[in-house]
């Protein structure tokens, strides 16, 4: 009798578990050994010792395995309690309303009527196969099909509703498409945008900055420090929800000095210029809420905001933006564009991977590495490792030879015959002749 802790890898991800299990073996008077390996449905180890006792209980009484099974439901029963028990848990609400999305558009209609066991490698291939016959991309696909499915059943398996989870296979996905502005097109979007202040004033600050749309437009005078010269970024606005930056985790931006001139102006304005906000409408950072109905706060609380005090709606912010990149007669960009830009011009003028990956809030440099290829020094450095190692043995080969010369100074040169033929080191013969 054993009780053992597991180790285990889903199949297909890089997920690992890890669960006790019993392993018991049952001797009756009258017949064969039956030996017992199985989950215990009580994680600790106390539970698992007592699920062993029972199990060698109901081995002896001959009950073991004739109780009536539990029944397995649906994915259109299950994904109701997997959403609500497990995204709203985990995920932030963007994550939640697209696995939502994922789930009616792709995923019931198809596997809705099947029970989890009953969803196999089969099943989700042709699932595939169909998402491609009506044109969807291999990433819409991964994210259905490995993405909220296989989460899915790998959390129906850790309930122990299911005892296996299928493999399923990823899409070969294209790299992603991205823009950024150059050196001349920035400029003259700044400039064509000054005919509105509300959007110049934001696209100056995004291609400074790189902040996301929604952390812009939730960043407030609290994190800014005029003094240090630096902005804390801790929110991020999304669908009326506000949370914490993409990646969870809250960062620190240094704000050159023209950025500082630029803010201190802007507040100045803001000021001058403010919209009060009935307080009794929008709640503030006072009793720690904000207002989901109205979405307004405080303007003097926003460092951007429209001149009625609400927060900016993505919608109209990309109508404003994409105005003034008709005005600059550039092509139409999104607000995205702009991190990438603010990424992109501090690579090519030489700043380091690692120091733009803490800057943009990258959890991982992977992300950080589709600018690489921008650097001018990235890859000279690397070629140069050859001139640089061949310097090396250049050198130590002159300093070598420098070496032998002066040994052999300081030694008496031999004298050798000067018999034809005859090579110093060479033994002639057995009489030495």
């Known amino acids: 009798m054993a009780v053992r802790r597991v180790k285990r890898r889903y199949p297909g991800v890089d997920e690992v578990y890890e669960y006790l299990m019993i392993d018991v073996t049952y001797k009756p008077a009258d017949g064969m050994p039956v030996r017992v390996r199985e989950r215990s449905p009580i994680q600790t180890k106390a539970g698992a010792l007592q699920y062993e006792r029972d199990v060698l209980a109901a081995l002896a009484a001959g009950t073991y395995r004739k109780e009536e099974k539990r029944e397995i439901p649906t994915l259109m029963e299950f994904s109701t309690e997997f959403i609500d028990n497990y995204a709203e848990v985990y995920n932030r609400p963007a994550e939640v309303k697209s696995k939502e999305g994922i789930f009616r558009r792709y995923l019931l209609p198809e596997l809705g009527h099947l029970r989890l066991d009953e969803i196999r490698v089969r099943q989700v291939e042709a699932l595939k196969a169909k998402m491609l016959g009506e044109k969807k991309s291999p990433k819409t696909i991964n994210n259905a099909c490995a993405g909220v499915l296989g989460k899915c059943l790998r959390w129906a398996h850790e309930l122990e509703l299911i005892t296996t989870v299928p493999k399923i296979r990823k899409l070969k996905v294209e790299p992603s498409k991205w823009d950024f502005l150059n050196f001349d097109e920035a400029p003259r979007l700044l400039e064509a945008a000054k005919k509105t202040p509300e959007w110049h004033d934001m696209i100056f600050f995004a291609l400074r900055t790189g902040l996301r749309f929604g952390e812009l437009s939730e960043l407030r005078w609290d994190d800014v420090d005029l003094v240090a010269g630096k902005i804390l970024v801790r929110r991020n606005y999304h669908d009326g929800h506000v949370g914490p930056p993409k990646n969870g985790k809250e960062r620190e931006i240094p704000l050159s000095d023209e950025t500082m001139s630029f803010l201190k102006e802007h507040r100045k304005r803001q000021n001058k210029n403010r919209v009060v906000v009935n307080l009794a409408e929008a709640k503030t950072e006072d009793d720690g809420r904000d207002s989901q109905e109205t979405g307004r706060a405080p303007k003097s609380k926003l460092v951007f905001s429209q001149p009625n005090g609400k927060r900016h709606i993505h919608r109209r912010a990309d109508v404003g933006l994409k105005r003034c990149c008709k005005r600059a007669k550039l092509r139409m960009i999104g607000w995205h564009c702009l991190r990438h830009t603010f990424a992109s011009h501090l690579v090519m003028q030489g700043a380091s991977l690692k120091a733009v990956q803490e800057l943009l809030g990258h959890a991982t440099m992977e ?67």
């Open 367 to 433: 992300m950080t590495l589709r600018y690489s290829h921008l650097s001018p020094e990235v890859r000279k450095d690397a070629v140069e490792l050859l001139d640089e190692g061949r310097r090396r043995v250049r050198q130590g080969s002159i300093k070598a030879g420098e070496e032998k010369t002066e040994e052999a100074e300081n030694q008496e040169t031999p004298k050798y015959s000067k018999a034809p033929g005859f090579l110093p080191g060479l033994s002639c013969g057995v009489d030495g002749t």
